[in-house]
């Protein structure tokens, strides 16, 4: 099975998410460390919470009160969140040291306060691809990228968030589509990066591009990734994995983004056709070694 799609360069997103730990100084340095390491792109998150949780999930304790912030889910939540001024503050410090700013949005209202500041894209997490208000307002009133994970997701649900940006002309333009697997931190059988093929071949013409999301532990899967043509490949950043927190222990650390940005250029430097039967690195060897026939 082969799809036609070109080898571009790898962009690398960092997703640092909440794993500042509701530390602004903490998030100017990861997106600094992030830079460092060649990556392309800081990400975040932005959430309204008590528009996204029931009144009973907001008060509710968290489920692994060990990595909580707060009394409560909701008070956790809070303590993570960065409010809008905040975001445009690390837009800013992003810009000024030569990386890309973007944030996932969880809701109506974030997605209006993130798409005010204008970044690149703005990405929709795999829990809210089904959130027919929130993707309008993205597709109606947001002119940049839309960047959307498909973790969780039947395929009917994505023919549908497909469908919905294909009503305004806009998927080929501005979708980008992530093979995603939600879980933290995933087993590799549980990847199925296979599911790139099948995204490429149900949707391949349908989108901008297809890109992978990943949540499992080492750097060889995103490799393998993009030689199936995911050139966007996002991957959540912390300066420690220790951490407390949901999301830090399938993370990378810098060494390891540094790798990853490492080998995934050089994994696109490599993958090309031979210019002539004959590269000029072989000829040397060839007149030394090549069996003379008689």
Known sequence: MTFNFEYKAPKVIAEIGCNHMGKMELAKQLLKAAKDCGAD????????????????????????????????YGAHREFLEFD????AELKEYAESIGIGYATSVWDVTSAREIAGLRPEFIKVPSACNNN??????????????????TGM????????FV??????????????????????PVPFE???LLEINRLYKLFGDRVQSIGFS????????DIAAYTLGAYWVERHFTQDRTWKGTDHAASLEAPGLSKLCRNL?????????????????????REKLKARKV
């Open 153 to 160: 997701t039947k395929l009917d649900e994505i023919e549908e």
């Open 163 to 184: 469908s919905f940006f294909e009503e305004k002309g806009q998927a080929k333009e501005r979708l980008v589509m992530y093979n995603c697997t939600s879980g933290y």
């Open 214 to 221: 990943g949540h499992h532990l080492g750097i060889s899967t």
């Open 265 to 285: 250029h050089q994994a696109h430097t490599a993958l090309t056709y031979k210019p002539s039967e004959i590269l000029e690195i072989e000829r040397v060897q």
């Open 132 to 149: 027919t208000e929130m993707l309008r307002v993205l597709r109606d009133e947001y002119k940049g990228d839309i960047h959307i994970s």
């Open 190 to 192: 549980d990847v199925c």
């Open 84 to 87: 809008w001024e905040q975001h």
């Open 41 to 72: 792109y800081g990400k975040f998150q932005k959430r309204n919470n008590k528009e996204l949780l029931t009144e009973e999930q907001y008060n509710a304790p968290h489920p692994v009160p060990y990595n909580s912030y707060g009394n409560t």
